[in-house]
């Protein structure tokens, strides 16, 4: 019998939660002037929001992890062994693989409302609003460095 009541919770959790995410949201601003959200479209007027959301690709994430450890480990490796400067046209064309990664950098950073950091093990870690602005500074400053020759 206890177990018929689990059973029963856990099915009506799980119907209740499908339905929380499908819910549609609206807005509407009172007489002060502040704006509100809700999920029911309880004030007049109220606009209601579209909001457009995608599930996440475990496997391109995986692989964006893996990409950038190889990366790392080219870059260790790299300066592990102190390699020879290059040629001026290779320094050239390095140059500018650069400039268009940060330039594109700088667009992902502007246009991106939440910015992460992956710690060691591949978790991520969201920047606070001033660790934003330092990474979006940093960023148009390697843009202005690589690009500006």
């Not at 019998?1 to 807005?27: C, D, F, P, W």
């Not at 959200?37 to 579209?50: C, F, G, K, L, V």
């Not at 064309?93 to 700088?106: F, H, L, M, Q, T």
Request: net charge negative.
């Amino acid at each position: 019998m206890h177990n018929q009541y689990r059973i029963i919770v856990i099915l009506l959790a799980t119907a209740l939660a499908g339905t929380a995410s499908a819910s549609e949201i609206y807005k509407w601003t009172d007489d002060q002037g502040n704006v509100h959200y809700t999920d029911t479209p309880d004030h007049q007027p109220s606009e209601r929001i579209a909001i457009a959301s995608r599930p996440t690709d475990n496997a391109r994430v995986q692989a964006d992890i893996q990409a950038r450890r190889d990366v790392r480990a080219e870059a260790a490796k790299a300066a592990a062994t102190q390699q020879k400067p290059a040629e001026p046209d290779m320094q050239a064309s390095e140059r500018a693989e650069k400039c268009e990664k940060y330039k594109e950098r700088v667009t992902r950073f502007a246009q991106s409302r939440h910015l992460y950091r992956e710690d060691e093990n591949g978790e991520r870690e969201y920047l606070d609003e001033a660790q934003v602005a330092a990474a979006r500074k940093q960023a148009q400053q390697q843009v202005e460095e690589n690009c500006n020759s």
